[in-house]
């Protein structure tokens, strides 16, 4: 999961701005005009409605990676996990609640039903796979259409006929906010199409709730990695869309990961539209003949898909220094960094899934 926030992200544009020698002089103005933006209420996500079919009711927050799961690990060891320094500097922290990501998703009934697994603490629930990717899905969405409005208002904000027109600015000057604002109409388009994939995805995985057999359902894959296998990534959710060259252009193949801990070892999920139901069987069969392969793919995630993920203490204190710098850097210069204005970000930066390697 790569949700960073709308507000980070008005932060980042405002520094972007302001790193700019040739709007120095409109600095204060520039930030104005970003500090202006605000998401319309109906769609501010604690204003919104329940994710869960045709129910009006406000949703609540809703933890994308199973609290109690987070819960359950920290009371029995430090858990660590990547932090952001005003967006900027990369490090990596003993979890605190505020660590823990949340969104505005299903209101208190439907928190409930869908993922019972929070209040019972028994994760070997036979729901857990579609429901918890069908979680991962919608905060996914939700983040990425969130993001989308925000930079649409920057593009409008900062357009001809804005409130830039007054201010007389250089010929420098406006051709610097017209080559910033064609790459976020380019980002902003880029984005739009990544919340239609997952539009598609959501449907699908909610077709797989109802009806397996449904032609539309979601192609999803569950793989125990045993504990003997030597885990040591904890938690993690994530979503992206790969491409897949040799799949219908027309059906796009947006990927949901979760991986769960539980007492058996953890759990691996998965999943896409049918489009990539090839795909997905040929992990469900290479996972679970090989947890080697299983724990790379999500360690994978965990550094290229996925600002929130969760390590134990113990664990992370045997990487060796080098890595441990080498992961600060990809925090750093992360697609979940780049994605905090770019959006969905390149193939390049998830080379997992790139076309020509094993899992594409
Ligand atoms: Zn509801």
Not at 12 to 40: G, K, Q, T
Not at 183 to 203: G, K, M, N, P, Y
Not at 281 to 291: A, G, I, K, L, T
Request: aromatic residues 8%.
């Amino acid at each position: 999961m790569t949700n960073i926030g709308s507000s980070n992200m008005l932060h980042r544009l405002r520094r972007e701005l302001a790193d700019d020698p040739s709007l120095a002089e409109w600095s204060p103005n520039l930030h104005a005009i970003l500090n202006s933006i605000s998401v319309p209420k109906e769609q501010q996500q604690q204003a919104g409605q329940c994710l869960a079919d045709s129910c009006a009711r406000n949703p609540i927050e809703s933890h994308v990676i199973p609290d109690s799961s987070l819960k359950r690990l920290a009371a029995r060891n430090s858990i660590i996990t990547p932090h952001l320094d005003n967006s900027q500097t990369g490090s990596f922290e003993i979890m605190t609640g505020k660590t823990r990501p949340v969104f505005f998703g299903y209101c208190d009934e439907h928190e409930k039903s869908l993922f019972p697994w929070e209040g019972t603490m028994e994760f070997d629930s036979p729901i857990y796979p579609q429901s918890q990717l069908m979680r991962v899905a919608d905060a996914f969405w939700r983040e990425q259409s969130l993001r989308c409005t925000v930079l649409r208002q920057v593009i409008d904000a900062t357009g001809p006929d804005g409130h830039l027109e007054r201010l007389r600015l250089t010929t420098a000057a406006k051709k610097t906010i017209e080559h910033k604002r064609a790459v976020w109409s380019q980002a902003a388009a880029e984005i739009d199409r990544t919340v239609r994939d997952f539009e598609t995805l959501r449907r699908c995985i909610r077709y797989g709730m109802k009806d397996a057999d449904h032609p539309e359902a979601a192609a999803i894959g569950s793989v125990l990695i045993p504990s003997s296998a030597g885990h040591f990534l904890l938690l993690a959710d994530a979503g992206h869309v790969p491409d897949f060259p040799q799949l219908d252009a027309a059906q796009p193949a947006p990927f949901v990961v979760s991986l769960l801990y539980g007492g058996q070892g953890s759990s691996l999920c998965f999943a896409s539209t049918n489009a990539a139901t090839a795909v997905v069987d040929r992990m469900r069969w290479e996972f679970s003949n090989d947890p080697e392969e299983a724990i790379k793919y999500a360690l994978h995630w965990m550094r290229h898909g996925n600002f929130y993920w969760y390590i134990n203490q113990e664990a992370w204190l045997e990487f060796d220094l080098d890595l441990r710098a080498k992961m600060k850097l990809e925090l750093e210069r992360g697609p979940h960094v780049a994605m905090a204005l770019y959006a969905s970000g390149g193939v390049a930066a998830h080379p997992i899934l790139r076309w020509g390697n094993r899992w594409a």
